[in-house]
């Protein structure tokens, strides 16, 4: 039996996490889904963020589906780091993936590019890196004062993440995997990412495999964005270049991601990427999409595949269906694609 | 009296370095260069990167006029830390300046933007963050390793920056500032950065000012990179948004770069921000147009601001003239340009 832990969160988050549990339940039946009420609104409320309770709870669950959390009006780090990040480093989620397809129906600010030519994931680590916390400030608010921010990387946290990477980009058509970090100029980690890459890569002699620095990686993700198929790479960087891989494919309102413990030793958490859009929440107008291809990726790491590809192939015919410019209802978005998806 | 220094590097560094030259001569008749042979070639034939007495030589000058350095079988980082880096350390050199403009005659990737409606420029900080060279190994090549880089960021090195920022802003039309940074992770770096942004901003009512996470400003330059004016921000986001600015724009082929010591305590240097580009070395066929640009930030630099404009004027000629795909010959281009700045 199937349990998952729903974050709705703030904002649109509510309203396109409904959709996505109508999805799940059209095409699995049975799964239990308990609500917890975290994010801005909570915050305000009582000046919790994340409660140990909580974790305690959320930790029984397979999985989480979270909407999106935040207001403008909570501090800077305050839901990141004290919820997301929390999250992702006490379940261990070191696999932070965010895939990139530009659907049919669908167009990119890329002139050049057409529908189906964009299909890769990029595999993040997600438990290291500049992510750690480990910084500080010395002499505040004085001319001598001086910030640090440190960026940890260890080889069993490397290792693992690009172990992960092959092994998907074995399952895939082009095979291929390129690691993005920028060894010429942070050369202690750079040194160690590039040697684990070697190693592993010995591991999947099937598997092409190329190197960039992030700088030139963000050009390419303009100009050829077709070349790649699986990326692999560290925790900022892959931030930074999961949404240059969003904005090329049309958009942070279709892109999905999950934080995956691979293992299942901890439940995995999927969200879409985009945030809570104060601007038009409670209106019905938000695109389900992106949150509906995280629970397809939510129901793909449980181990339902064909779940999922229904999942997904119901999100690619309501793309393929759109007429570009007009209206559309949340609500009447997630019926559909719970519909299709049901088969 | 002024004086150039000229590493002309590399590939095709040398071919575009000359014309660079041609340009400078044409419209400041009577600078004086002295060629410094850095680079790949020289590290190659005697494991030298860049003496100390070179170094000391370098800085007698005005600027430092460079090609570019490196090719594949050098290590990575050789010449970057022990070259580039050590002289924009070296010389204080703590604006690194990079135009973003879609030439008239040139095309964006993207297909809804017009030529003329992309014109920003990244103030990218040039002397700390992590590029300071923090960072180490411990257990290195065991399954214990643990490589660090810290990111070092000042209370002194980041106002200075912001402050040319700022004060670039003002001279322009739109006078508007957008920093960007990750305070919502890296809070400790970002509150400085944040805290010494709004100090500075306080000099200057003027400015209109805007705060961008870098995975939204990643995004936003390929989906409105109209909205810019001028960006602010960190060594390493630096590098990564300007290549995406580049990728924008046409190509790093047309982008110009400079690391500057406003001040002119020690010398600037300028530099295409395109490589060496072995593959097309030495058959006359590399664009010289970001040298050349790079050359007007050096004439501007150097208080020529009237000769700045006629080689920029020469080069938007130039481009508009141009007949897409058609091919080039690095020195006809040079000619033209030269003939066309001494006007
Ligand atoms: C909200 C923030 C902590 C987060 C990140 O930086 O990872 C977000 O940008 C993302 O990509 O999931
Ligand atoms: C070559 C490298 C050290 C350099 C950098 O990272 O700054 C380059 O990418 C640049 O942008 O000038």
Same mark, same amino acid.
């Given at each position: 039996?199937?349990?998952?832990?729903?974050?709705?969160?703030?904002?649109?988050?509510?309203?396109?996490? #409904?959709? =996505?549990?109508?999805?799940?339940?059209?095409?699995? $039946?049975?799964?239990? *889904? !308990? @609500?917890?009420? %975290?994010?801005?609104?909570?915050?305000?409320?009582?000046?919790?963020?994340?409660?140990?309770?909580?974790?305690?709870?959320?930790?029984?669950?397979?999985?989480?589906?979270?909407?999106?959390?935040?207001?403008?009006?909570?501090?800077?780090?305050?839901?990141?780091?004290?919820?997301?990040?929390?999250?992702?480093?006490?379940?261990?989620?070191?696999?932070?993936?965010?895939?990139?397809?530009?659907?049919?129906?669908?167009?990119?600010?890329?002139?050049?590019?057409?529908?189906?030519?964009?299909?890769?994931?990029?595999?993040?680590?997600?438990?290291?890196?500049?992510? #750690?916390? =480990?910084?500080?400030?010395?002499?505040?608010?004085? $001319?001598?004062?001086? *910030? !640090? @921010?440190?960026? %940890?990387?260890?080889?069993?946290?490397?290792?693992?993440?690009?172990?992960?990477?092959?092994?998907?980009?074995?399952?895939?058509?082009?095979?291929?995997?390129?690691?993005?970090?920028?060894?010429?100029?942070?050369?202690?980690?750079?040194?160690?990412?590039?040697?684990?890459?070697?190693?592993?890569?010995?591991?999947?002699?099937?598997?092409?495999?190329?190197?960039?620095?992030?700088?030139?990686?963000?050009?390419?993700?303009?100009?050829?964005?077709?070349?790649?198929?699986?990326?692999?790479?560290?925790?900022?960087?892959?931030?930074?270049?999961?949404?240059?891989? #969003?904005?090329?494919?049309?958009?942070?309102?279709?892109?999905?991601?999950?934080?995956?413990?691979?293992?299942?030793?901890?439940?995995?958490?999927?969200?879409?990427?985009?945030?809570?859009?104060?601007?038009?929440?409670?209106?019905?107008?938000?695109?389900?999409?992106?949150?509906?291809?995280?629970?397809?990726?939510?129901?793909?790491?449980?181990?339902?595949?064909?779940?999922?590809?229904?999942?997904?192939?119901?999100?690619?015919?309501?793309?393929?269906?759109?007429?570009?410019?007009?209206?559309?209802?949340?609500?009447?978005?997630?019926?559909?694609?719970?519909?299709?998806?049901?088969?």
């Amino acid at each position: 039996m199937t349990r998952i832990a729903v974050v709705a969160g703030d904002g649109i988050g509510t309203e396109v996490v #409904a959709q =996505a549990r109508k999805v799940i339940d059209a095409v699995l $039946p049975g799964v239990t *889904a !308990t @609500e917890y009420d %975290l994010g801005a609104a909570r915050y305000h409320r009582t000046g919790e963020v994340l409660p140990d309770s909580v974790l305690a709870e959320l930790a029984e669950h397979d999985a989480i589906l979270l909407g999106a959390v935040g207001d403008p009006t909570v501090p800077p780090g305050v839901l990141e780091r004290g919820l997301l990040l929390k999250l992702r480093f006490a379940f261990d989620q070191y696999v932070n993936l965010r895939p990139a397809r530009l659907w049919p129906g669908t167009s990119s600010p890329l002139g050049q590019v057409k529908a189906g030519e964009i299909d890769f994931v990029v595999v993040r680590e997600g438990t290291e890196g500049l992510y #750690a916390g =480990a910084g500080g400030t010395l002499h505040r608010d004085t $001319p001598a004062e001086v *910030a !640090t @921010e440190e960026s %940890l990387n260890t080889r069993h946290g490397v290792e693992r993440v690009i172990r992960d990477a092959f092994a998907r980009a074995e399952r895939r058509e082009r095979r291929k995997v390129t690691l993005v970090h920028k060894t010429n100029v942070l050369t202690h980690a750079g040194s160690l990412w590039s040697r684990a890459f070697d190693a592993v890569k010995a591991e999947f002699p099937d598997v092409e495999t190329e190197y960039q620095h992030v700088d030139a990686a963000a050009m390419f993700l303009v100009t050829q964005p077709q070349r790649y198929d699986v990326v692999v790479t560290d925790n900022l960087f892959g931030d930074i270049l999961t949404d240059i891989a #969003a904005a090329v494919t049309g958009g942070i309102g279709l892109a999905a991601s999950g934080c995956i413990n691979p293992a299942r030793e901890f439940p995995s958490m999927f969200e879409p990427v985009h945030g809570s859009a104060p601007d038009i929440a409670g209106k019905g107008l938000a695109d389900p999409v992106a949150a509906v291809l995280s629970a397809s990726l939510l129901l793909d790491h449980l181990g339902h595949a064909d779940e999922a590809r229904r999942v997904s192939e119901a999100v690619a015919a309501e793309l393929a269906s759109r007429t570009p410019g007009a209206p559309l209802r949340t609500a009447e978005v997630g019926d559909r694609l719970a519909t299709a998806a049901a088969g």
